[in-house]
Nanobody, 128 residues
Framework: EVQIVESGGGLVQAGGSLRLSCVAS????????FGWFRQAPGKEREGVSC???????????YYADSLKGRFTISSDNAKNTVYLQMNNPKFEDTGVYYC??????????????????WGQGIQVTVSS
């Protein structure tokens, strides 16, 4: 059984830092692209970052424009864990963050794919 579990969310001040973690079990970690989606209040869920997702290249990354220069995605394959380091978060980064496995990078964005796997989501609130 595949399990995706996020942790590390909570309340953070704008300009601070926070690190989200995503642990995957029941999958061969190296075989999958992993990514983070975000759903802000009143908005649709959007892919904001992914790793090992571009052209099948291990360690390749993608960031939505709104995150570039502030957030960093990384992985520790030995721990089956993906991280999203959130530096200098802004109020508009507030939302529920979902970890995803086996999504697809296409057309310059990261999106869902048939049969992909999801965590339960974790709330991140940035206070201004």
């Amino acid at each position: 059984e595949v399990q995706i579990v996020e942790s590390g969310g909570g309340l953070v001040q704008a300009g601070g830092s926070l690190r989200l973690s995503c642990v995957a079990s029941g999958v061969t970690f190296d075989d999958y692209a992993f990514g983070w989606f975000r759903q802000a209040p009143g908005k649709e869920r959007e892919g904001v970052s992914c790793i090992s997702c571009r052209d099948g290249i291990s360690g390749s990354t993608y960031y939505a424009d709104s995150l570039k220069g502030r957030f960093t995605i990384s992985s520790d394959n030995a721990k089956n864990t993906v991280y999203l380091q959130m530096n200098n978060p802004k109020f508009e980064d507030t939302g529920v963050y979902y970890c995803n496995a086996d999504g697809v990078y296409y057309g310059g964005t990261y999106g869902t794919d048939h049969g992909d796997f999801w965590g339960q989501g974790i709330q991140v609130t940035v206070s201004s």
